[in-house]
C-alpha cells in the first residue's frame, strides 16, 4: 500500500504549495484565532453544505435507521440488514462486492476513484431475546422471545452512508479525487467478523477508517482505549456413552469434562488479574438424563486488555480443558476459535480532527417527548432520570494500563492495528442503560434514534471532508500509525490460519422467529415512520 498512498501525499503536497501556507493551518480548522482564507474557507464552505445536505437527507436517514431496526438480525444471519443496505447504495452509484470473506451478509460498498481511499464502518446485528417496541418505556416485546436491536446497531450504517451520501455530491461537483468504501460489522455482538474481513484485506489499501457506533452524547478519543480485548473458544469434548443407570461404569461423560473444566476456571478466577473477564455457556450438555453424554461442548470468552494478556488467559483454557479430560477419561475433540478481538487503538490526529467538528455539530434539540420518555426509562430502571445527554464528551486520550479496569469488547479492534482508525460514538440512544438488553432497545427507533444518527452523519461528512481536502492530515495519521502506535506493538491476529467464520451461529434461532417478525417489517412507503406503522403513541411511559 505504501507507494500509492505516498504519490497520492505527494500530490496533496503539490496543491498545499499553490493553496499557499496559510491554507489549510489547524488553527484556522478549529475555528480559531486566524481568520480562514484560501483553502481553509473552502474547507469551511463544504462542511457548510455537506451539513445542510445531510439534514436533508433526514427521511432517508430515519428510514434507515427504522428499517434496520425492524428486521431486528442477529450476528452472521444479517441477510434482510445486507439487502436493503446495499440496495440503497446501488441506487446512489456504489459498487458492492458479496459474500466477503467467507460470511454471507458482510459486504464491501465502493465508490470513487484515486485516494485518498476511506473507509466508513458501523455493526449490522442484534441482540437475542430484545424484541421491544420502540418508544414504549416498559417490557413489551414486539415479537415474544424474537431478537432486537438491544444495542442500536440498526444505527450506525445510517450514520455512515448519509454522510457518504452527501459527500460524494460533493466530490462530483468539485471533481475530488478519492475512494468512499463503506462495510458492516457483521456477528460484532459475537465479536466474530472483523478479524476475518482483516484477513482477507479488505482494508490493505485504505488510508483511514471511520468507524461509528451507538452512544448516549457524542464522543470520540485516541490512543488505547478501555475495555478488552478477547479470544472467543469453544472446547468439545467426546466421551463414551452408556445406559446411566444400567451400566453407568461403561461410560465416560463429556458433560462431566465440560463441568470440571468450569469448576478449576472458577476456582483459577480468583488468581487472575483484576483486569481480565471470562465467561461461559454450555453450548451441548448432552441429550436426556439417561444417556451418559458422549458429547459436550463449553464456550469461553477470554478477556484481557493486553494481546499477551488475552493468549495468556488462553492458555490457562486449553490447560483446564486438557486437565478435565484426562480427568474423566473422555478426549478433548476440538477447540473451535469463534470470535476475536484486539484490544482497541484509535488515531489521534484523526481524532482530533473529528473532534473539532463534534464540537461544531454539537448535540441534538432534544423534544419534551424525547425527555419524557428518557427519564421513564431511567426511573424504570432505578437510576436518576436526568433524562438526555446535554454535552458532548471531551476528547479522551490513551486509557493508561494500570488505570483500564477491563470491560465490553470490539473487534474494530483489530481494524485499528492495520489501517489509521478512529470510533465515532453518536448520541442515538438514552444515558444510563444495562447494554445488551431490551432497554437499550427503547429508544432506537425514535426521534431519539433519528436525530442521533444525523448528528453522527454530520460529524463523519466533516471529517470526509478534512480527509478528502486535508491530504496532510492522511500523512499525520499514518506517522501516529507507525512511530507511535505501532512502534513497540505488532499485530498478530488472535485466529488461527484454520479457523473460519463460524457463520452457522444464530441460525437456528433466527429461522425460530423470522416468520413472525417479518409482518412487523417496516414499510416506508406506507408509513411515515415505524412508530407510526405499530401505532405507538410517543413517548408511552405508562400501561
Ligand atoms: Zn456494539
Same mark, same amino acid.
Given at each position: 500500500?505504501?507507494?500509492?498512498?505516498?504519490?497520492?501525499?505527494?500530490?496533496?503536497?503539490?496543491?498545499?504549495?499553490?493553496?499557499?501556507?496559510?491554507?489549510?493551518?489547524?488553527?484556522?480548522?478549529? +475555528?480559531?484565532?486566524?481568520?480562514?482564507? @484560501?483553502? /481553509?474557507?473552502?474547507?469551511? &464552505?463544504? $462542511?457548510?453544505?455537506? #451539513?445542510? =445536505?445531510?439534514?436533508?437527507?433526514?427521511?432517508?436517514?430515519?428510514?434507515?435507521?427504522?428499517?434496520?431496526?425492524?428486521?431486528?438480525?442477529?450476528?452472521?444471519?444479517?441477510?434482510?440488514?445486507?439487502?436493503?443496505?446495499?440496495?440503497?447504495?446501488?441506487?446512489?452509484?456504489?459498487?458492492?462486492?458479496?459474500?466477503?470473506?467467507?460470511?454471507?451478509?458482510?459486504?464491501?460498498?465502493?465508490?470513487?476513484?484515486?485516494?485518498?481511499?476511506?473507509?466508513?464502518?458501523?455493526?449490522?446485528?442484534?441482540?437475542?431475546?430484545?424484541?421491544?417496541?420502540?418508544?414504549?418505556?416498559?417490557?413489551?416485546?414486539?415479537?415474544?422471545?424474537?431478537?432486537?436491536?438491544?444495542?442500536?446497531?440498526?444505527?450506525?450504517?445510517?450514520?455512515?452512508?448519509?454522510?457518504?451520501?452527501?459527500?460524494?455530491?460533493?466530490?462530483?461537483?468539485?471533481?475530488?479525487? +478519492?475512494?468512499?468504501?463503506?462495510?458492516? @460489522?457483521? /456477528?460484532?455482538?459475537?465479536? &466474530?467478523? $472483523?478479524?476475518?474481513? #482483516?484477513? =482477507?484485506?479488505?482494508?490493505?489499501?485504505?488510508?483511514?477508517?471511520?468507524?461509528?457506533?451507538?452512544?448516549?452524547?457524542?464522543?470520540?478519543?485516541?490512543?488505547?482505549?478501555?475495555?478488552?480485548?478477547?479470544?472467543?473458544?469453544?472446547?468439545?469434548?467426546?466421551?463414551?456413552s452408556a445406559h446411566s443407570a444400567g451400566a453407568p461404569w461403561r461410560g465416560r461423560s463429556a458433560l462431566?469434562?465440560?463441568?470440571?473444566?468450569?469448576?478449576?476456571?472458577?476456582?483459577?478466577?480468583?488468581?487472575?488479574?483484576?483486569?481480565?473477564?471470562?465467561?461461559?455457556?454450555?453450548?451441548?450438555?448432552?441429550?436426556?438424563?439417561?444417556?451418559?453424554?458422549?458429547?459436550?461442548?463449553?464456550?469461553?470468552?477470554?478477556?484481557?486488555?493486553?494481546?499477551?494478556?488475552?493468549?495468556?488467559?488462553?492458555?490457562?483454557?486449553?490447560?483446564?480443558?486438557?486437565?478435565?479430560?484426562?480427568?474423566?477419561?473422555?478426549?478433548?475433540?476440538?477447540?473451535?476459535?469463534?470470535?476475536?478481538?484486539?484490544?482497541?487503538?484509535?488515531?489521534?490526529?484523526?481524532?482530533?480532527?473529528?473532534?473539532?467538528?463534534?464540537?461544531?455539530?454539537?448535540?441534538?434539540?432534544?423534544?419534551?417527548?424525547?425527555?419524557?420518555?428518557?427519564?421513564?426509562?431511567?426511573?424504570?430502571?432505578?437510576?436518576?432520570?436526568?433524562?438526555?445527554?446535554?454535552?458532548?464528551?471531551?476528547?479522551?486520550?490513551?486509557?493508561?494500563?494500570?488505570?483500564?479496569?477491563?470491560?465490553?469488547?470490539?473487534?474494530?479492534?483489530?481494524?485499528?492495528?492495520?489501517?489509521?482508525?478512529?470510533?465515532?460514538?453518536?448520541?442515538?440512544?438514552?444515558?444510563?442503560?444495562?447494554?445488551?438488553?431490551?432497554?437499550?432497545?427503547?429508544?432506537?427507533?425514535?426521534?431519539?434514534?433519528?436525530?442521533?444518527?444525523?448528528?453522527?452523519?454530520?460529524?463523519?461528512?466533516?471529517?470526509?471532508?478534512?480527509?478528502?481536502?486535508?491530504?496532510?492530515?492522511?500523512?499525520?495519521?499514518?506517522?501516529?500509525?507507525?512511530?507511535?502506535?505501532?512502534?513497540?506493538?505488532?499485530y498478530e491476529p488472535l485466529i488461527r490460519a484454520e479457523d473460519r467464520p463460524a457463520t452457522e451461529l444464530?441460525?437456528?434461532?433466527?429461522?425460530?422467529?423470522?416468520?413472525?417478525?417479518?409482518?412487523?417489517?417496516?414499510?416506508?412507503?406506507?408509513?411515515?415512520?415505524?412508530?407510526?406503522?405499530?401505532?405507538?403513541?410517543?413517548?408511552?411511559?405508562?400501561?
Open positions: 500500500m505504501g507507494s500509492r498512498r505516498w504519490r497520492w501525499l505527494w500530490a496533496g503536497v503539490l496543491v498545499l504549495a499553490v493553496a499557499g501556507p496559510a491554507g489549510v493551518s489547524g488553527e484556522a480548522q478549529r +475555528g480559531g484565532r486566524a481568520a480562514p482564507s @484560501g483553502e /481553509a474557507a473552502r474547507i469551511n &464552505a463544504l $462542511k457548510r453544505e455537506a #451539513v445542510a =445536505d445531510v439534514d436533508r437527507l433526514q427521511k432517508l436517514t430515519q428510514e434507515m435507521v427504522d428499517s434496520v431496526f425492524s428486521f431486528g438480525e442477529l450476528g452472521f444471519q444479517e441477510s434482510e440488514t445486507s439487502r436493503y443496505l446495499t440496495g440503497i447504495l446501488r441506487g446512489h452509484g456504489f459498487t458492492v462486492r458479496e459474500g466477503v470473506a467467507g460470511m454471507p451478509t458482510a459486504w464491501v460498498a465502493t465508490w470513487g476513484s484515486g485516494r485518498p481511499v476511506i473507509a466508513l464502518g458501523s455493526d449490522i446485528d442484534g441482540i437475542p431475546q430484545s424484541s421491544q417496541k420502540p418508544g414504549v418505556a416498559y417490557r413489551d416485546p414486539i415479537v415474544d422471545g424474537a431478537p432486537g436491536h438491544g444495542e442500536g446497531h440498526n444505527s450506525g450504517q445510517a450514520v455512515n452512508i448519509t454522510a457518504a451520501i452527501a459527500i460524494k455530491r460533493i466530490m462530483e461537483r468539485e471533481r475530488l479525487p +478519492g475512494t468512499l468504501v463503506i462495510w458492516p @460489522g457483521v /456477528a460484532e455482538e459475537l465479536v &466474530a467478523g $472483523k478479524a476475518y474481513l #482483516v484477513r =482477507d484485506g479488505v482494508f490493505a489499501d485504505v488510508d483511514v477508517c471511520l468507524f461509528s457506533h451507538v452512544a448516549s452524547t457524542m464522543s470520540v478519543s485516541w490512543g488505547a482505549a478501555g475495555g478488552t480485548g478477547l479470544v472467543s473458544v469453544e472446547y468439545a469434548f467426546r466421551g463414551q462431566d469434562a465440560v463441568e470440571l473444566m468450569n469448576i478449576g476456571w472458577n476456582f483459577r478466577r480468583e488468581h487472575l488479574r483484576l483486569q481480565h473477564r471470562s465467561h461461559y455457556v454450555v453450548r451441548d450438555g448432552g441429550d436426556q438424563p439417561n444417556v451418559v453424554p458422549s458429547t459436550a461442548s463449553v464456550w469461553y470468552y477470554f478477556r484481557e486488555i493486553t494481546h499477551p494478556g488475552i493468549r495468556e488467559l488462553w492458555a490457562i483454557g486449553d490447560t483446564m480443558a486438557q486437565a478435565a479430560a484426562m480427568m474423566t477419561g473422555t478426549e478433548l475433540a476440538t477447540t473451535r476459535v469463534l470470535g476475536s478481538a484486539w484490544p482497541r487503538h484509535f488515531n489521534r490526529p484523526v481524532a482530533e480532527a473529528m473532534h473539532a467538528n463534534i464540537t461544531a455539530v454539537g448535540l441534538p434539540q432534544w423534544s419534551d417527548a424525547d425527555q419524557t420518555l428518557a427519564k421513564a426509562v431511567q426511573s424504570g430502571l432505578g437510576n436518576e432520570p436526568k433524562g438526555l445527554a446535554s454535552e458532548v464528551a471531551k476528547l479522551e486520550g490513551p486509557v493508561r494500563e494500570e488505570d483500564n479496569r477491563g470491560g465490553g469488547s470490539d473487534d474494530i479492534g483489530d481494524v485499528s492495528w492495520v489501517v489509521p482508525t478512529v470510533t465515532l460514538r453518536f448520541p442515538s440512544n438514552i444515558p444510563d442503560l444495562p447494554g445488551h438488553s431490551w432497554w437499550d432497545a427503547i429508544a432506537m427507533a425514535t426521534p431519539i434514534a433519528h436525530k442521533g444518527a444525523t448528528a453522527g452523519a454530520k460529524v463523519q461528512a466533516m471529517t470526509l471532508v478534512d480527509l478528502l481536502l486535508r491530504p496532510e492530515l492522511v500523512e499525520q495519521a499514518w506517522r501516529y500509525f507507525r512511530e507511535e502506535q505501532t512502534k513497540d506493538v505488532k444464530n441460525h437456528d434461532i433466527m429461522q425460530r422467529y423470522r416468520d413472525a417478525m417479518r409482518s412487523f417489517y417496516y414499510d416506508p412507503s406506507r408509513y411515515a415512520t415505524y412508530l407510526e406503522q405499530l401505532g405507538i403513541t410517543y413517548p408511552t411511559v405508562q400501561r
